[in-house]
């Protein structure tokens, strides 16, 4: 499986160890998490929902990599948590890390879960006919692989991209 990740440049494109922030799926010292979009919007679109980015002149700042990582196809196990948390703000996280928790108490080493960064529907493909044109849009995914990144190998995409602005009014903001 091919799935999206942003990264800065700066840094590796994965972690290897527990030191990592928490997250949506996995809490302080339940690392390492690797967060990946099943589409590049839904990639762009968790950086810009996270860093609460709303403006098209600051989309037009960012310059990430863009990873295409193949994570194999072991099966994910899909989240039952209600859309409204898992779509929710910073306050859901520890709803969705307890639901995660359990998941990986019944053995399961990656998840699947509705984007919380997306609205739905916000991934647009494209294809060709009679020229480029927009595909039908989709719902994003996220696939959540937990521990130490032994097999996943990934290439990098763009090494200087930024997400498309129209993406903004794809992206599922953070309530104030």
């Known amino acids: 499986m091919i799935v999206f990740r942003q990264a800065d440049a700066r840094y590796p494109f994965l972690w290897e160890d527990a030191a990592q922030a928490p997250g949506r799926w996995h809490a302080a010292g339940e690392g390492p998490a690797h967060y990946f979009a099943d589409t590049p919007d839904g990639a762009w679109a968790e950086l810009l929902r996270h860093e609460e980015i709303t403006e098209p002149e600051d989309v037009l700042t960012i310059r990430r990599q863009l990873w295409a990582v193949e994570i194999g196809d072991a099966p994910a196990a899909a989240v039952t948590t209600p859309s409204s948390i898992v ?3 910073r306050d ?7 639901d995660a928790r359990a998941l990986r108490a019944r053995g399961a080493r990656r998840l699947v879960a509705p984007s919380a960064a997306l609205v739905p529907g916000g991934a647009r493909g494209f294809c060709v006919r009679e020229g480029v044109k927009p595909s039908a849009p989709r719902d994003g995914r996220v696939v959540v692989v937990f521990g130490a990144p032994e097999g996943i ?6 090494e200087n991209g930024q997400p498309p602005v129209d993406l903004l009014a794809r992206v599922n903001h953070y309530r104030k």
Do not use: L, N
């Open 87 to 89: 779509s929710g703000g």
């Open 92 to 98: 859901t996280y520890p709803r969705c890390q307890q």
């Open 153 to 158: 190998v990934g290439w990098i995409a763009s």
